[in-house]
């Protein structure tokens, strides 16, 4: 079965905001076995939408749209697709009541504009925005265009499903309504459901994508038509995935996944496509260890990875950020001798902030990193990307220079430099297990 | 002029990666006055990419597309758009000898695949990517497809730019390639160039949507028609943008906008739509003074924002990320008996917090933040959302406590605790003026 996504908004378009929702929503149609075969961004425009839902019905058998479904005046989406399924906008007494409750608190809110989300087309289905005042809508059958044709009821049906575009209120949408829908009513009319889809991903790092590519070929070219093999690098990363759209079965992909294991040991970090900072969440919570980061180039966001997940209070303990030099001296304890002499940038200084951020904090692990994230302050022997690391260790402590590039950005030398060292403590942890 | 954008990959399809580029293209875009129509992401696949590029020459000047450029089986934009063009692969000693220069300290990866980066399309002009493999190419006139023709040189050419999709990759060939090819030979040739595109946003802060729209209604109902107004609410802000696709003056635009501001100024926390820790810090720097912080809940999320920009360490000295307890009394100072009697989420712990850290690292403003991020740890006292801020100034501290609602996730909750934490600061500083 076939989906669609169909992103509304003029922002998308002059590059104002970035489309998270489609790769989210891609996931969890993927979980359900949906293919996703096109996302589509457009205008907030009535010929363009119009255009755009023919074309994507014309290939799938749903679509999702997000956005457009404000109370303003540049949100013209519900009046496009009453237009579309030919109908009517009604009051639905329900969803006035939710707006009612949503703002009890916020008399001023409850104002005519708002007024107007609860007028909903005649034809939908409606479901319930648990924390927004946009009704979710779902159009079944009497789709337009010339390449579709109003069809019985059961499995031959076409299905839209509009969604608000904000990220938070597309999610529980999503998760509460629009999948169970999907699931009841979409899947369990057809006589032929297909079968699972499976990705595989297996996270290596440390060599180069053609490197890997060569190293792998037999094995590859061995693989059977119904899988397919992708490589995508990122951020010094390369995952390794192994796809399969409902021809093969999980034993099948198991077995050729430890056929490909021995081949690519040496630079294996993890066999599922994990954020790092939850792979080493995970080894620390199973080994009842700590770990704290003294930071200067990656200024927190070592932090922030270590305490992304729900839960991280169990191994993460705190940070210092410690931008200015005056910081890394009296907070962490590093001699001033040692950056008059090496510079904040060098092995000596990144090792004494590492050890003094362990034993300010009685962690276990620590990991410390200084560096220049540019655009400037650069200079021939250190220039911009140039970053040192230390990891500081109940064995002891190590460190090592990256130079991660000048022709890379600030951001993208900063999250180079969290996934090394995120990656080399997650590889020594590996080692010990 | 109109352009549209193709990205190319399985992983967007399965929300294995969320698609950045188009963003930041289409800004690049804009600012050179060429609209983005659409974005459309679609599978390694030949079929789909055909079809793909057949929609959008039929809608569009100037197509780019991202991705598939890698050497491994999985990447075939390159073959697809030799079949497109109707050209054949020849080798390309520039390339050649570019690739060897890049990879001329690691010759493992000078193997046979990566020799393949240097065949090139015959009938396309190639252009450098001074820091990958993978070659721009650009294709000129010479499309397929059944609405296009080979039309000769001059002002109806039509063009295609591939693009290798690694972000720091594309946006390196987009800023020294691709957009300098664009203004000078695609532009230039044109005998009526369209006019600017203009974008002008309003950043507020603290009204509802409909409260705002109800609020410049009249103002809005006589805006021209070249004008046109999105709102955009994200995260707390609502961002209202004029735009003008080349119909209006600079002058009418500032006219509407200098109209408009007496009727938000209560709300208006910036003029343009820039990150609001540029705001803040283009504030600090203009007053030369200083900034520090202590997160809890946001976890070093505020530190990375305030030292985001290149030039931070001019006014951000530095941060405590104190996720235990125990760090928010050994290295913050707050007492013992505060965190016993009211918690770590409280007001007297958050005040604690900012005055010790600003004492620490004897900076002028200190923000501190603690709260419930979620999705465990919630009480019916201080359920999941809670988060208390307090602001240390030279003036005094202050402190506030927010409910950022349980219905949202615990990223949610972090990015709406540090976007109040940076507003009213800003808000403040604001006012000082």
């Known amino acids: 079965m076939r989906a669609e996504i169909i992103t509304i908004g003029d922002e998308l378009l002059i590059g104002q905001v970035v489309d998270t929702n489609s790769a989210w929503m891609a996931q969890r149609l993927n979980e359900a076995g949906i293919e996703l075969y096109q996302i589509t961004s457009v205008h907030d425009d009535r010929e363009h939408i119009l255009k755009a839902l023919d074309e994507a019905f014309s290939r799938a058998d749903i679509v999702l749209t997000t956005g457009g479904l404000g109370p303003t005046k540049d949100d013209i989406t519900k009046h496009v697709m ?3 399924f030919g109908t009517t906008l009604v009051e639905d007494s329900r969803v006035r009541e939710h707006i009612h409750e949503l703002y009890k608190e916020r008399p001023d809110v409850l104002n005519r504009l708002t007024a107007t ?3 909903v087309p005649e034809s939908a289905t409606i479901l319930p925005n648990r924390v927004g005042s946009a009704p979710i809508m779902v159009f079944e059958n009497e789709v337009r265009g010339e390449r579709l044709e109003v069809r019985g009821e059961g499995q031959n049906s076409k299905f839209l499903f509009a969604m608000p575009g904000v990220p938070y209120e597309m999610k529980i949408a999503m998760t509460e309504q629009v999948m169970p829908y999907i ?4 899947k369990g009319e057809r006589l032929e459901v297909s079968g699972e889809i499976i990705h595989r991903t297996m996270m290596l790092y440390g060599i180069a994508e053609s490197t890997l590519a060569i190293r792998i070929e037999e094995w590859e070219n061995a693989l059977p038509q119904s899988m397919h093999l992708a490589y995508l690098p990122k951020d010094g990363i390369i995952r390794l995935r192994l796809s399969s759209y409902g021809e093969a079965s999980n034993e099948e992909i198991e077995q050729q996944l430890a056929n490909l294991k021995p081949l690519i040991a040496d630079y294996l970090i993890a066999t ?3 954020p790092l900072e939850t792979i080493l969440g995970n080894q620390l919570k199973a080994r009842h260890q700590t770990i704290a980061t003294a930071e200067s180039c990656t200024g927190g966001r070592l932090a922030a990875a270590l305490n992304a997940q729900s839960g991280a209070s169990a191994y993460y303990m705190g940070s210092v950020v410690a931008y200015d030099n005056t910081i890394k001296e009296q907070v962490l304890g590093v001699k001033h001798d040692t950056l008059e002499k090496y510079g904040a940038v060098s092995e000596q200084t990144v090792r004494e902030m590492a050890e003094g951020v362990r034993a300010l904090m009685n962690t276990d692990y620590a990991i410390a990193t200084s560096g220049i994230a540019g655009p400037t302050g650069g200079t021939p022997d250190k220039p911009v990307g140039t970053v040192w690391i230390a990891w500081a260790t109940p064995d002891g402590t190590t460190a090592e220079c990256y130079q991660f590039g000048v ?9 180079r430099a969290v996934t090394a060292a995120l ?10 297990q």
Request: with cysteine; proline share 0%; aromatic share 6%.
């Open 82 to 84: 009453c237009e579309y």
């Open 117 to 119: 989300q609860w007028l």
């Open 183 to 186: 699931r009841l009513k979409v």
């Open 272 to 274: 599922e496509d994990l």
């Open 407 to 415: 022709a890379r950005e600030r951001e993208q030398i900063t999250q």
């Open 423 to 432: 990656v080399e403590l997650i590889k020594s942890l590996n080692t010990k």
